[in-house]
């Protein structure tokens, strides 16, 4: 059953990284030190692969279920989500030091 926004603003950390499964690879992730995050576990060229859309409060459930659909739009179409990732990263990186 999938997550509530309720359920994630309650959940408290333990004492190992806790993962719950929030449904088509969408992973809800807290570790012990309280820091919360989303994963998204996926398949590309039959090699199991993990991406990291970004941490709560800062992508909200809505916002990772977003990313999720989008990434797994990438893989559909035979696009690695991580490499458009670590491109739009490269791309973010060169224009801040173009305008430095």
Not at 82 to 95: A, H, L, P
């Amino acid at each position: 059953m999938p997550l509530t926004d309720h359920e994630i603003r309650r959940s408290k950390p333990l004492d190992k990284p806790c993962t719950v499964n929030n449904g088509c690879g969408l992973l809800w992730h807290i570790e012990p030190n309280g820091s919360k995050g989303w994963r998204f576990r996926y398949l590309f060229d039959d090699k199991p692969k993990m991406l990291s859309p970004g941490t709560y409060p800062t992508i909200s459930l809505n916002d990772a279920r977003q990313k999720r659909d989008e990434a797994k739009k990438l893989v559909a179409s035979s696009i690695n989500p991580s490499d458009v990732c670590k491109r739009e990263k490269q791309t973010g990186n060169r224009k801040r030091e173009r305008n430095m």
